[in-house]
């Protein structure tokens, strides 16, 4: 597929414990991005990767969250203990440094913490 | 910081007729990109159009037009000729120019419904 592919598509997770939701970009776009939309709301940005390098964490809400992307191509984000505010859809777009930078959106991962 | 607001949640058009969606954005750069995306239920967010701040020509795409006022900091989208697939939520967005890439600033969006 030509598009940006995110897994798991639901994750339901108990309070307390750790997740990993995957995102896979549009092949040879060097720019990846993490946003978190909570029910109602716009998206918020989260963490944005140029290569394997985090350029941007700013939107990060904690330490409990962090984001790896070691090679330059999928990433992961990581949320530790888990908490009933973390509940929200995360979005994960890639882009080319080329023209308006346009960014690509997959079709998000649905966590809900019970 | 910059900020992006829509003070309407909800929007309701009659097939084939227009409607225009509102959004007011504030920011102390000059050089930047203005967006508007939709959201239908599979979640999936499309690029509907896009502006770019240094260009006075507003931008269109086929049934979709903006009607850009840099001064005002406004940046509305008119949908002509309303389809039943134009239901979907829809949001306004920014993101600097300067810079390789950059985040996009939403608005809280807004819920567009179409009548058969």
């Known amino acids: 597929g030509a598009g940006v592919s995110q897994t798991p598509s639901n994750k339901v997770t108990e309070k307390g414990k750790y997740v990993e939701l995957r995102c896979d970009p549009i092949?040879?776009?060097?720019?990846l991005y993490w946003y978190r939309q909570s029910l109602g709301q716009g998206p918020e940005f989260l963490i944005y990767f140029q290569g394997t390098g985090a350029a941007d964490d700013s939107g990060l809400p904690n330490d409990r969250f962090f984001a790896v992307r070691p090679e330059g191509s999928v990433s992961t984000l990581k949320i530790q203990r888990t908490e009933r505010g973390d509940s929200a859809v995360y979005l994960c777009?890639?882009?080319?440094?080329?023209?308006?930078?346009?960014?690509?959106f997959g079709p998000g991962t649905r966590l809900t913490v019970l | 910081a910059q900020t992006v607001t829509q003070s309407q949640p909800e929007m309701s058009v009659q097939e084939a007729e227009t409607v225009t969606l509102s959004c007011t954005y504030d920011t102390s750069e000059s050089d930047y990109y203005l967006f508007w995306y939709k959201q239908p239920p599979s979640r999936q967010m499309i690029l509907v159009i896009r502006q770019e701040a240094y260009k006075q020509q507003n931008a269109t795409e086929n049934r979709f037009s903006v009607n850009f006022q840099k001064a005002a900091k406004s940046f509305s989208l008119k949908i002509s000729d309303s389809q039943l697939g134009d239901a979907a939520m829809y949001f306004c967005?920014?993101?600097?120019?300067?810079?390789?890439?950059?985040?996009?600033?939403f608005g809280k969006g807004i819920t567009l419904s179409v009548r058969p």
């Open positions: 092949s040879g776009h060097t720019a």
């Open positions: 967005a920014y993101r600097r120019r300067t810079g390789a890439n950059s985040k996009l600033t």
């Open positions: 777009a890639s882009s080319s440094t080329s023209g308006a930078g346009e960014q690509f």
